[in-house]
Structure formats: structure tokens, C-alpha cells
């Protein structure tokens, strides 16, 4: 069974340009996470998604990253514009979105991105 | 408030050594508790996860761990360490009341190193 797939696995940009990332799920998982984590750092959720609705944003910066996932499987995370302190990993994961929250994420290998 | 503590940065053990990650937690209900493991320029690789049942879970490659809830602690064990095993290991917790928001609470990861 196919991972998670995030592409690209590194990115590096300048500041004030604009960069996306892309993940697809595992097959059947309903529920999408985008996760950032900083250098010795736990990973910190962006964005919660159950099929095409994200369902916990609170930790997504909205005035310059936005997210999307049409039709309730792959998604993009966007950053516009980049600055010095969005370099970081960034991190999909999924799961199959048990009622009662047992289900386990599964990661994929992340995308490190560099903001010059 | 939930939390999960990791109290070391750093374990250094012996290659066939018995290993030990520490992992206390705190929340207002009962927890799922998970060990995920990160490899340099890698994703969280899923170990084992406490939902209910026998305290001891066992997991992926030999690792396993010990649900206290008198001390509230969820420890990962391995038996006899391997070179291999060198690498950053992350405690999540899930509060069970609120575990249809699926949110994992993330420990700060402590760094194993296994010498030969």
C-alpha cells in the first residue's frame, strides 16, 4: 500500500515569492493534516480536513497561507508571500477518520523549505 | 490544559543495551497515547499506540511501551538497542473526550543515540 506523497521534498525560495506544496493521502483516509515543524520541534497542525472541508484552521496563518482540497483527496498548501520565517518542514499526514478519534496519522516525508 | 512532556533531550545507550524514552502526559479525561519516530530528512514513522486494553503495546521494529496511569506516563521500551534505532522519537497525546477532533498534543521529541 502506497504512503503518503508529498511533492516537492525540498524548496527553496525568496522571500516574498510564493511557494505550494502538494500531498496525496492514502488511499480511503478521509482526513487530511497539514503540519509544520520547526528544526527540534514537535510538529504544530495547520489545517484539519474530513473529506473536502477543513474542519480545524485555527492554527493556519490566513493572510498568507491558504489550503485547499478539492474533491476530498490530494491537497495543496500555499504560502503567499514566503517570508524568512515560514523555512521549515512541512508535513501531510492522514488517516481514516474514525468516529471517536482511535484512527492513527500516517505521515508522509514532509517538504523542507528554505525562504532566503 | 493538555500536555505532554518528554523530559530528555538526548538518551545515549549502548548497542544491545535495553532503551528507555520517557513520556508523562497530562488530561482531563482519558488519553490515547502514540510513539512516532523521525529519521534524519524523514517523516513521522507511526510506532505504537495506547487506545484501551493491556497497559503494554507493542509496535513496529521491537519497540513497545508501558500505559501508568497512576503515573501517567507512557514510556517506549526496546529490549536490546541497535545502531539503527538512532533517531528522534515524538510522544502525541489524544485527549478521549475530545477525540473526534482528532488533535494530537505533541511532546518536544528527545534525540536517541545508540553507540556501537
Known amino acids: 500500500e502506497a504512503g503518503v506523497v508529498q511533492s516537492p521534498r525540498y524548496k527553496i525560495i525568496e522571500k516574498k515569492q510564493p511557494v505550494a506544496f502538494w500531498c496525496n493521502p492514502i488511499?480511503?483516509?478521509?482526513?487530511l493534516y497539514w503540519y509544520r515543524q520547526n528544526l527540534g520541534q514537535g510538529p504544530e497542525l495547520l489545517i484539519r480536513?474530513?473529506?473536502?472541508?477543513?474542519?480545524?484552521d485555527s492554527q493556519l496563518p490566513k493572510d498568507r497561507f491558504s489550503a485547499e482540497r478539492l474533491k476530498g483527496v490530494d491537497s495543496t498548501l500555499k504560502i503567499q508571500p514566503a517570508e524568512l520565517g515560514d523555512s521549515a518542514v512541512y508535513l501531510c499526514?492522514?488517516?481514516?477518520?474514525?468516529?471517536?478519534?482511535?484512527?492513527?496519522?500516517?505521515f508522509g516525508p514532509g517538504t523542507r523549505l528554505t525562504v532566503l | 490544559a493538555q500536555s505532554v512532556a518528554q523530559p530528555e533531550d538526548q538518551v545515549n545507550v549502548a548497542e544491545g543495551n535495553p532503551l528507555t524514552v520517557k513520556c508523562t502526559y497530562s488530561v482531563s479525561g482519558n488519553p490515547y497515547l502514540f510513539w512516532y519516530v523521525q529519521y534524519p530528512n524523514r517523516g513521522l514513522q507511526f510506532l505504537l499506540k495506547?487506545?484501551?486494553?493491556d497497559n503494554l503495546v507493542k509496535g513496529s521494529y521491537g519497540f513497545e511501551a508501558e500505559f501508568n496511569k497512576s503515573q501517567t506516563s507512557f514510556h517506549l521500551k526496546k529490549p536490546s538497542a541497535l545502531v539503527s534505532d538512532s533517531a528522534l522519537y515524538f510522544c502525541?497525546?489524544?485527549?478521549?473526550?475530545?477525540?473526534?477532533?482528532?488533535?494530537?498534543?505533541w511532546g518536544l521529541g528527545t534525540s536517541l543515540a545508540v553507540n556501537p
Open positions: 480536513y474530513e473529506n473536502e472541508e477543513a474542519v480545524d
Open positions: 499526514a492522514s488517516s481514516l477518520g474514525l468516529k471517536g478519534g482511535t484512527d492513527t496519522q500516517y
Open positions: 502525541a497525546v489524544r485527549d478521549i473526550r475530545t477525540g473526534n477532533n482528532r488533535k494530537l498534543i
Open positions: 495506547y487506545i484501551t486494553g
Open positions: 488511499s480511503g483516509h478521509n482526513t
